[in-house]
């Protein structure tokens, strides 16, 4: 079983950084990818950046440029480095992690809040 515990998260005013940190823990074999999403207030879940096996990156027209997602495979860990943070950014951010064969894992979720 995959466990995944995100951290970083916190209040930072506009024009701040956060780094996001997501370790993994468990049995892991076979990703096919990982990224982050993040949950604004009535709004639908969405996918900020994701990495893939092989190391590719894509990212949400909305932070290309400002947010950087990476990896430490000997860590088992992601990264999210936020940069130029904007007040539309506050949302709580979740790790994700997706096996060749589809399943999927989330953490917990980690609240970030962008002050303006």
């Known amino acids: 079983q995959v466990q995944l515990v995100e951290s970083g998260g916190g209040l930072v005013q506009a024009g701040g950084s956060l780094r996001l940190s997501c370790a993994a823990s468990?049995?892991?074999?076979?990703?096919?990818?990982m990224g982050w999403y993040r949950q604004a207030p009535g709004k639908q879940r969405e996918l900020v950046a994701k990495?893939?096996?092989?190391?590719?990156?894509n990212y949400v027209d909305s932070v290309k440029g400002r947010f950087t997602i990476s990896r430490d495979n000997a860590k088992n860990t992601m990264y999210l480095q936020m940069n130029s943070l904007k007040p539309e950014d506050t949302a709580v951010y979740y790790c994700?992690?997706?096996?060749?064969?589809?399943?999927?894992?989330w953490g917990q979720g980690t609240q970030v809040t962008v002050s303006s």
């Open positions: 994700n992690l997706i096996r060749l064969d589809g399943y999927t894992y």
């Open positions: 468990g049995v892991i074999f076979n990703i096919a990818a």
């Open positions: 990495i893939t096996g092989s190391s590719s990156t």
